[in-house]
């Protein structure tokens, strides 16, 4: 699940502490003059702060871009706010990863290490931090079968996090859920958990039969796991992850848009 996914690298991205910007180097010195000595900072006048220029905003710096998709709207997965956007570019692979790690290096970043960036798929992987604005941006890259570069790019806003709490709104969890994450986007939910060791995927559907029909949900009588009530879908379905049966509930109003 990609907002998961995002939100694992976005937690992880912080460094332990900020990294000392150090001194800056002494001017090297001309042919034939003598080094020139760094002026050393001016005491700051007591009781006047001194003001710094505002730091510009980062933005995206795709090179040789040919395509950009814009998300729809920010979305929250496990309470953090993020924006997703997708990009295609037509530079080769090595060569957009170096430029985007430069971006990161130039916007003053924390970037870990690349032996201890998690990349949790098979694709590279590049996360970095605004320690300052605590703003973690995450890029994806996919090398395409014509040579070129997707990029999915990932911004999570870690300032504005806010414990989701381990039940949903608007649908049931079987007794025992474990893991759970969820997601939500223009009124559409997205929620995925772990049921206990041995759970089936008949006593899945019996569950939610049984524990959705009281609240005024109808199984469609040809989809298994689509359920109705009113102009409201809610989609169950299941699938199988490290020998254990996770669960997928997908719920939106108005029924023929569902995602």
Known sequence: ?????????????????????????ARPALKGQAPVKPRPAAAPDAGVLQAEAPRAPFRWDIPGKVIWVQSPGPQVSDGVPMNLELARTDWPLNAVI?????????????????REQRSPTTEPMLTALDVEKLLAY????????????????????MSNYKPPGTTLSWAPLMP????LTRSELEGAHLAVYATQPGTTEAQVYDYYRTALAPTGYAEDPEEKGVFRRGSELLIITTRTEENRLMVSLRHRLGGANAP
């Open 138 to 157: 995450t890029v994806i890259f996919q090398e395409n079968a014509d040579k070129s570069v997707t990029l999915i790019l990932g911004v999570s806003n």
């Open 98 to 114: 170096q430029h985007i790690m430069e971006s990161f290096r130039k916007a003053g970043f924390y970037m870990a290490p690349m």
């Open 176 to 179: 025992g859920a474990e893991g």
């Open 1 to 25: 699940m990609l907002f998961s996914l995002l939100l694992s690298l976005a937690l992880s991205a912080g460094p332990s502490s900020a990294p000392d910007a150090g001194s800056p180097p």
